[in-house]
Structures are given as structure tokens and as C-alpha cells.
């Protein structure tokens, strides 16, 4: 009799033991937690408060050079400032230092969106961003990285790839680029210019000279997390090869996604060689079928990228594909010089620029 007492005595031990280890546990991980959020607010309030002073400090070196001061005399006043602080307070107030933080303040005069940005962005990351000249490029920049949480590596990377030439609203007029970058920034509303590249670099792929989509296929889904990057953050892999039957005959769409910020799925067709015009009634039969049986409620029309080696523009624009929810994009397997990338992006901007203006001058209601 004993005996068993004795078992059940330890059985009831070891239940008090395991409820208290479980309780242990979960303390931990709540005192964890807390520690962690406890940090991290530290962390960005002492990024905030460092970027602020930054911008502070260049308001008032920059005002004070601007207000009537010789441009030398400004330059030796700047120095001495910069010796003073050094000798002061160490570190980070070199000649150079001070300078950026008044090229700083020159780039970003309104303090609240400092503020804001500061919040996400640390000063690497507007270091990264000071020698970006347009504005309106600048804006892009640091939208898309407070957006989509860019590293300053990332930021650096999207920047040395060209993102915003690449980026269709690249190629609207500036005030739609103004609007739509300020929607995406206080709204968290993307536009599919905004969602639009055209090329796509792919050169992280490693693929030989010669693939087949099979090929570029699977090194997509084995490069998926640089190929989202490239696609942008809010990106969500659905499906490969997604099957479907329509009047005995089977389809295969090559893959599918989902965007966040879009609300849409976006089906993304490969196509080795030149975009061929029956590619269209082929993504058009897909996007019907994932509208009538794959949209969720509350969801926009799905849309289609037809990722090709090449098109042509008179094609696409014959095809009225250069708006809508078909975008056609080439792809690079491999990174171009940088001279010729920028001079390829510079025309095809130039030359959507001029056909907007043609197509805005002929919608024109002439006046009597």
C-alpha cells in the first residue's frame, strides 16, 4: 500500500513541478518581451533625438551662412565651429560631419517630416540619401525605405540599381509623382505606378547564358527572398504552376503572389524570347479566372506582369499596355554598365514623358 502512496505522492510532485516550469516560462517570456519593446523605444528615441540635433545644428550654421555672410568666411567660421564641438564633445563633429548636417537640413527644411521619418530612418540612412539631387527622387527614396523597412544596405542597393528610373510613376509628370509618393507615405496607398518596374533586375539569379523557364522558374523560388526585395516588401508567395481546368482543356499559371498594400493578387507570367502580342489574350484568360474564382471579398482586381527578354514599345502601345492591370517588363539575368543603364532608363523616360504630352494635347477640348 505503501508503494503506491509513495508512486503517487512522486506523481503529484512531478505535475507541480511541470505547472511551475510552465509558469516560469511564461514569465520569462513576458518580462522578455517587455524588455525588448523597453529597448527598442530607447533606440529609436535616441535615433530621434541625434537626428533632430544633426538638423538643428545645420538650420542654424545654414541660416547663418546664407544671412549676408561671404561664402569663405562662412566656410572658416564652419571649421572653427567644428573644432570647438570636436574638442567638446569628441567624435562626429569633423569638418566634414558638420557640413552634411547643414547639406541636411538644405534637403530636408521641413521638420516634421524629420520627425517623422527619423522614427524609421536612421542617420546612415539619410546619409545615403544627401547626395540624391531631385527632390522628387530624394522623396521616392526615403518613402520606399520608411515603407518597406529598407536596411542601409538595401537603400544603397535599390539606389545603385536605378529603382526609381525603373519605377513606371518615374515616368509620369512630376505633381503625379509628388501625389502619389505622398499617398504611399502618409496613406500607406500604393498606386500600380508605384508597384510598376520596368526592367526587373534579376542578375542574383546566377543563371547560365542558356535557361529555360523551368530554369528561371526555380531559381526565382530559390532566390525568393531577393526576388520579393526586387518586388518590393509587401509581396506574399501564393502559388507555381497554379492549375485550373476551362472547357476540358488544363492551364498552368506560371506564379502567383499576393500584394499587401495593393490588395491584389498579381500573377507574374516568364516568358524566354520577345513578348509576343498573343501573350496578352493568354494572361487576359488567367486574370478572368482568378477575378471569377480566386478574388476575395474586398480585394481589387487581380494583375499580371509578363516578365519577358524583350518587347516592343510600339507593340505594347499598340496593345494599350502601358496602363492597366497588364504590365509588361523586361527582365536582366545580368547587371548592364551603369552608363548604359542610365542612358537606356533616361530615354525611356523621356519618350513616355513625350507620349503623355501628346495624348494630353489631343484629348484637349479646343476652345472657341
Known amino acids: 500500500m505503501s508503494r503506491y502512496v509513495a508512486i503517487f505522492g512522486k506523481g503529484k510532485n512531478m505535475k507541480k513541478e511541470t505547472i511551475l516550469h510552465s509558469n516560469i516560462d511564461g514569465l520569462y517570456s513576458e518580462i522578455s518581451d517587455i524588455i525588448f519593446e523597453a529597448k527598442n523605444d ?51 563633429f569633423e569638418r566634414a560631419s558638420v557640413f552634411r548636417m547643414i547639406q541636411f537640413y538644405e534637403s530636408f527644411q521641413l521638420y516634421e517630416k524629420v520627425a517623422t521619418l527619423s522614427q524609421q ?53 512630376e505633381e503625379t509623382i509628388v501625389n502619389e509618393i505622398a499617398a504611399l507615405r502618409d496613406d500607406k496607398k500604393m498606386s500600380l505606378d508605384m508597384f510598376y518596374r520596368d526592367p526587373y533586375m534579376l542578375n542574383f539569379l546566377g543563371l547560365k547564358d542558356t535557361y529555360s523557364e523551368k530554369d528561371l522558374e526555380n531559381s526565382i523560388l530559390s532566390e525568393l527572398e531577393k526576388f520579393i ?21 488544363d492551364y498552368y499559371m506560371d506564379l502567383l503572389f499576393y500584394h499587401r498594400s495593393l490588395r491584389r493578387l498579381v500573377l507574374i507570367e516568364l516568358k524566354l524570347g520577345e513578348f509576343e502580342p498573343q501573350d496578352k489574350g493568354q494572361v487576359e484568360l488567367y486574370l478572368r479566372w482568378l477575378d471569377k474564382y480566386e478574388k476575395a471579398e474586398g480585394e481589387e482586381n487581380p494583375i499580371a506582369l509578363i516578365l519577358c527578354a524583350e518587347k516592343s514599345q510600339e507593340t505594347i502601345e499598340l496593345l494599350e499596355l502601358d496602363g492597366g492591370n497588364i504590365h509588361v517588363g523586361q527582365y536582366l539575368t545580368k547587371m548592364p554598365p551603369k552608363e548604359l543603364l542610365e542612358q537606356k532608363l533616361s530615354l525611356a523616360i523621356s519618350n513616355a514623358r513625350e507620349l503623355l504630352s501628346k495624348h494630353e494635347s489631343n484629348n484637349e477640348i479646343p476652345t472657341n
Open 42 to 92: 530607447i533606440k529609436i528615441k535616441i535615433n530621434v533625438s541625434m537626428t533632430v540635433l544633426y538638423w538643428n545644428i545645420g538650420k542654424i550654421l545654414s541660416e547663418y551662412v546664407i544671412n549676408g555672410v561671404k561664402p569663405e568666411y562662412g566656410k572658416n567660421v564652419i571649421g572653427e565651429i567644428s573644432k570647438r564641438l570636436t574638442q567638446e564633445y569628441g567624435k562626429g
Open 121 to 173: 530612418l536612421t542617420w546612415s540612412h539619410f546619409i545615403e540619401l544627401l547626395p540624391i539631387k531631385e527632390e522628387v527622387k530624394r522623396e521616392f527614396y526615403a518613402t520606399m525605405c520608411k515603407n518597406e523597412n529598407w536596411s542601409v544596405k538595401t537603400l544603397r542597393e535599390r539606389k545603385k540599381s536605378m529603382l526609381f528610373e525603373r519605377t513606371a510613376i518615374s515616368k509620369k509628370p
Open 229 to 249: 526585395l526586387e518586388m518590393g516588401s509587401d509581396f506574399a508567395f501564393m502559388a507555381r504552376q497554379r492549375h485550373f481546368v476551362l472547357d476540358g482543356k
